[in-house]
């Protein structure tokens, strides 16, 4: 695979999105850096995409993607092909957060972030692969949190989301091992982003009168996100890593973060416990990407 690779991101207006798609650019690579009406909505951040684009030369496209409508998403990978002729990298990124006690969650509310930040990672990854099956390579990117495998009072839909997220990332590194494709994880602490201030909050909160002290947790939980100091773009340069490490040489999971919340020391222990059941159920060899797979792909 050439050094310089197409890669689509969703989500890519303001946060982890935007900060990825102006660090692969930078290294030579090709993006296309998506979002929910660039010309509404977004159009000044994709204004402010496309200005740096030209400023310094970089390989910067913008195009519309909203990651909850089967034919946006496809429309968005169709147009990706007829301008670059392939996609070898599809990041995942698009998703926001719910604060509020669980049942103060209303249904439709509960429905939409599932949608958004599980449903959008299977709609995109279903209109790529494909393409990536034609190639014989390519990798999906899912950029999950440390509230994928932690339970966060007062986040736990947005924890459902990730941990969702991560199980059908895991699930497509296994089943996509013989096809030459990869499937990763990333997993962000708590960062500044705009994800917090564009936080959903939960609407029945008559359905928390009697919860007492249980109440103040949400604030106290938001917080602690929003006091973080550490510098996002520490989330991009390992997405920049990743993408170009070796093909057969990525791990599934790369945690990014300035804590130290146990999340390591569960995914240990998990590739652990996942190894042995695949080893029980004689799937070692099916779900294994090695190196001789890779190069017959080439």
Do not use: W
């Amino acid at each position: 695979m050439s050094s310089k690779q197409v890669v689509l991101i969703t989500g890519s207006s303001t946060g982890f999105g935007r900060l990825i798609a102006e660090t692969l650019a930078r290294h030579g690579h090709i993006v296309f850096a998506s979002m929910r009406d660039p010309q509404g909505k977004n159009a000044k951040n994709a204004a402010e995409l496309l200005v740096l684009a030209e400023r310094e030369s970089l390989g910067i496209h913008t195009l519309e993607l909203d990651v909850t409508s089967d034919a946006s998403v496809e429309n968005a990978i169709r147009s990706v092909i007829a301008q670059a002729g392939r996609i070898d990298v599809a990041i995942n990124n698009a998703g926001y957060a719910l604060s509020g006690l669980t049942e103060a969650t209303t249904t439709e509310q509960a429905q939409r972030i599932m949608d958004t930040n599980f449903m959008g990672c299977q709609r995109v990854n279903r209109a790529v692969l494909p393409h990536m099956r034609h190639q014989r390579s390519g990798l999906l990117m899912h950029i999950s949190s440390g509230a994928g495998r932690v339970v966060v009072p007062s986040f736990v839909f947005y924890c459902a989301s990730k941990f969702a997220m991560e199980a059908l990332a895991e699930g497509y590194s296994y089943e996509l091992a013989s096809q030459g494709i990869e499937s990763v994880i990333v997993e962000p602490g708590a960062y500044q982003t705009p994800v917090f201030g564009n936080m959903v909050i939960a609407a029945d909160t008559q359905r928390t009168e009697t919860y007492g002290i249980s109440n103040d947790i949400p604030k106290k939980v938001s917080a602690a996100f929003s006091s973080t100091t550490a510098n996002a773009q520490e989330v991009a340069d390992v997405v920049l890593q990743i993408i170009e490490t070796p093909v057969g040489q990525k791990k599934l999971r790369y945690r990014v973060s300035p804590y130290d919340f146990g999340v390591d020391a569960i995914n240990d222990v998990a590739a652990k416990i996942q190894a042995e059941f695949l080893g029980a159920f004689n799937l070692v060899a099916e779900t294994t990407f090695t190196q001789q797979k890779a190069a017959a792909s080439d």
